[in-house]
């Protein structure tokens, strides 16, 4: 069987192996394993690449996150506004800083945060929003920062999503007071395993991420507040430079394959294609569908060969890891109805167009019911 992955990350090793194997080497001969040259490198030119000011690297996104709260003194008694449709880990960052998620609904183009929906869950214990740049594209902030900024909450980009994306010229990870990434491996500048950053233009912030990612302790055996280890390692640091330098040719191919699978998907009525919001340029980290009957479609799209899959079938409030929050079948209706249409078709850099064809075709059997 002709088999098409969801990601082919083998395509993107092929174009940076030695440039990667030599960086390893450098690494490994001067034994620059914890914080080495390559870590900072990759901060200065990841930081100059969003314009963002400072970037702090860290062990993976979730960290990032919990990082970019507890930096701004999030925590027990504060509340945090997240949308219901996304990765439990915008959620989860919420909870491990002591803090209580408090969900709304997205909006049902985009299911991007639905802006009307916050200002009516705003109270005195609200520290924070957290818009997510979901699938590859930013949030819209504009509508949620002024209001936000005259009640003195703050703004935490999840930008885990939408590396090399940008809103009316803007780079994603500079809307916030601060931001938080993954370079998780399958994401569009992702490293070789577990990887984040957080990033922020302010100096104040960014001294602050790194000290409480470094146990509190701004020099060795001094400890002035209680941190955790979240350190980028030294040789994913290495991967994500090679992968940087690269990063707008990928999300360019990316486009380029968005752009196909909606010619083919055009008037297919069976098929509900994603839409981008005026201003932005989508960089495409999944290319997600609405079909009725979801899960047989995936089932038979996998029997077929065509590693498609869901992001994310249950939202936040209906997460059993969630159910703190009292959430209830009926709460945001939106997130729940796409939750149980959404499918993420093959998207990667390098994929080809007779792969697409293939995955359109596939798909169109399938939701016609035909095998």
């Known amino acids: 069987m002709n088999t098409i992955p969801l990601v082919d990350l083998s395509l993107q090793h092929a174009q940076i192996a030695a440039e990667v194997e030599a960086g390893f080497a450098d690494v490994l001969a001067a034994a620059d394993y914890i914080g080495g040259k390559s870590v900072a490198a990759f901060e200065q030119e990841y930081a100059e690449y969003t314009g963002g000011g400072f970037c702090v690297g860290v062990a993976n996104g979730t960290e990032a996150l919990e990082l970019a709260l507890r930096a701004l003194d999030v925590g027990p008694g504060d ?3 997240v949308p219901a449709n996304t990765f439990i880990a915008t959620a989860e960052a919420v909870v491990r800083a002591g803090a209580t998620p408090v969900l709304v609904d997205v909006d049902d183009d985009a299911l991007l945060i639905d802006p ?3 200002e009516g869950v705003l109270t005195e214990r609200t520290r924070a929003v957290i818009p997510v740049d979901l699938y590859g594209q930013v949030a819209p902030f504009e509508e949620l920062v002024p209001m936000l900024r005259q009640r003195g909450v703050a703004v935490v980009e999840d930008g885990a999503q939408s590396q090399g994306a940008t809103r009316e010229g803007r780079s994603a990870g500079t809307f916030g007071d601060v931001a938080a990434t993954s370079f998780y491996p399958g994401k569009n500048l992702g490293a070789y395993g577990d990887a984040g950053g957080v990033t922020t233009s302010s100096a104040e912030l960014a001294g602050r991420v790194r000290l409480l990612g470094a146990h509190g302790s701004p020099a060795k055996y001094e400890h002035t507040v ?6 980028l390692d030294t040789l994913q640091a290495v991967v994500l430079r090679a992968k940087l330098r690269r990063l707008d040719a990928w999300n360019a191919e990316r486009r380029a ?6 010619e083919l998907l055009e008037s297919v009525e069976e098929v509900r294609t994603p839409t981008t919001l005026p201003g932005n340029d989508h960089v495409w980290h999944l290319y997600v569908v609405r079909v009725a009957e979801r899960d047989r479609v995936l089932r038979e799209l996998q029997e077929n060969g065509i590693g498609a899959a869901i992001h994310y079938p249950v939202p936040v409030h209906l997460t059993p890891a969630m159910a ?3 959430g209830a079948v009926g709460q945001f209706p939106v997130a729940e109805r796409a939750a149980g249409q959404i499918l993420s078709l093959p998207m990667f850099p390098g994929i080809s167009p007779g792969q697409q064809e293939r995955v359109v075709d596939v798909l169109l059997r399938v939701v016609r019911g035909r095998r």
């Not at 209680?226 to 350190?231: A, P």
């Not at 394959?257 to 909606?262: D, F, K, L, P």
């Open 79 to 81: 509340e945090v506004v």
């Open 324 to 326: 703190h929050l009292g």
């Open 116 to 118: 009307g929906q916050v």
């Open 257 to 262: 394959a968005a752009t196909r699978y909606a």
């Open 226 to 231: 209680v941190g955790f280890n979240s350190r």
